[in-house]
């Protein structure tokens, strides 16, 4: 296949931090293992996306400004390699794109079109839509809490999971669909307590427990580590299942009393993707009501600070329909 020439897309830009634009870049040409995708949505991830647009995101590989951010996108192959193994047409989840040239893409979804290895998309349902944008988040909860640890050992699932945003919801389903026990989440915002499915949402200071056997915190709260290992039962495991921007620390006596176990989820993979997949296919997963804000690609900047400012936003998407013209 012969690509179209001199391609460009409009994309959010950190020029540095608290800095941001929407501007025109030029996209690196695809080779035969390459598809072109036309962006139609996109996530503003509350963790890594907030901590780079603050410039508090720790040294990361492939840091620096300006970048394009992004890895939650949904878009359709509008031109695809003959290597690529995809076809023109297809709807796909893109985790992001490389496809910049001197504007670094960490993580790059966040534009109007992509350059991209067809091999890193994945066709999703048609019917998903713009929640497609929650595959990343999905698979970040599934990672951690399903399959096996590195030693081979099964991962446990969540008797309590600290956090009820966005992350801990999808946390907390898929536990379910995965035919665990239903989870108690903790949220002290009380605007964030509604939307439970299947599960309680309490404040730590109503619930008297402290025989969990395992606490995930998806709060990025480092200063709570202390106070969750109280509520754990002999030898149980903690497990911080999101970003942390400070060193974290813990008082040693308690963690010893009980045998603490500490574990650290680590990045999605595409196993990860394909069984979340699988989940929603089967009616098992539904990404329902958590996708709160939109807002379309020309008021990026404003959609930022509601993402990272607002506690009834769990969600905001990006539409960039219309951007490519």
């Known amino acids: ?6 391609m460009s897309a409009t994309a959010i830009v950190l020029e540095e931090p608290k800095r941001l634009a929407v501007k025109q870049l ?18 503003i991830s509350t963790g890594t996306e907030r901590l780079l647009w603050s410039g508090r995101m720790p040294p990361f590989p492939g840091m620096g400004y300006p970048l394009v951010p992004g890895y939650e996108s949904v878009g359709r192959v509008v031109e695809a390699g003959d290597e690529s193994g995809r076809g023109i047409g297809e709807l796909v ?6 496809c910049y040239g001197e504007v670094s893409g960490l993580f790059g979804g966040a534009a109007s079109r992509v350059v991209v ?3 890193k998309l994945m066709p999703i349902p048609e019917q998903l839509g713009e929640q497609g944008v929650l595959m990343a988040l999905a698979a970040t909860a599934y990672h951690a809490c399903s399959g096996s640890n590195a030693d081979g050992s099964s991962k446990t699932p969540p008797d309590l999971i600290v956090g009820h945003g966005v992350l801990g919801r999808l946390l907390a389903r898929v536990a379910i669909a995965n035919d665990a026990p239903p989870p108690v989440v903790w949220e002290t915002n009380p605007l964030r307590k509604d939307g439970a499915l299947g599960y309680d949402v309490l404040d730590p200071a109503d619930d008297g427990r402290s025989d969990y056997r395992t606490i995930y915190d998806v709060s990025g ?6 106070s969750l290992i109280a509520r754990l039962a002999p030898g149980g495991e903690i497990v911080l299942a ?28 595409e196993p990860d993707l394909v069984a ?3 989940l929603v296919e089967a009616g098992k997963l539904s990404f329902d009501g958590l996708i ?21 936003c769990l969600k905001m998407m990006i539409d960039w329909r219309g951007t490519n013209g």
């Not at 296949?1 to 001199?6: A, E």
């Not at 999101?242 to 993979?269: H, V």
């Open 1 to 6: 296949m012969i690509f179209s020439t001199n």
């Open 26 to 43: 030029a996209l690196t040409p695809p080779n035969a293992a390459d598809c072109v995708v036309d962006v139609i949505w996109s996530g």
């Open 93 to 98: 989840f893109v985790p992001g794109a490389r």
């Open 117 to 119: 290895a067809g091999a």
């Open 221 to 226: 709260d480092g200063s709570l580590l202390d």
């Open 242 to 269: 999101g970003f942390y921007e400070a060193p974290l620390s813990f008082q040693f006596p308690p963690a010893f009393m009980r045998e603490l176990r500490l574990r650290i989820a680590a990045e999605f993979r």
């Open 276 to 278: 979340v997949k699988r």
């Open 292 to 312: 709160t804000h939109r807002s379309q690609a020309a008021e990026a900047a404003s959609a930022y600070e509601t993402a990272f400012n607002d506690p009834t």
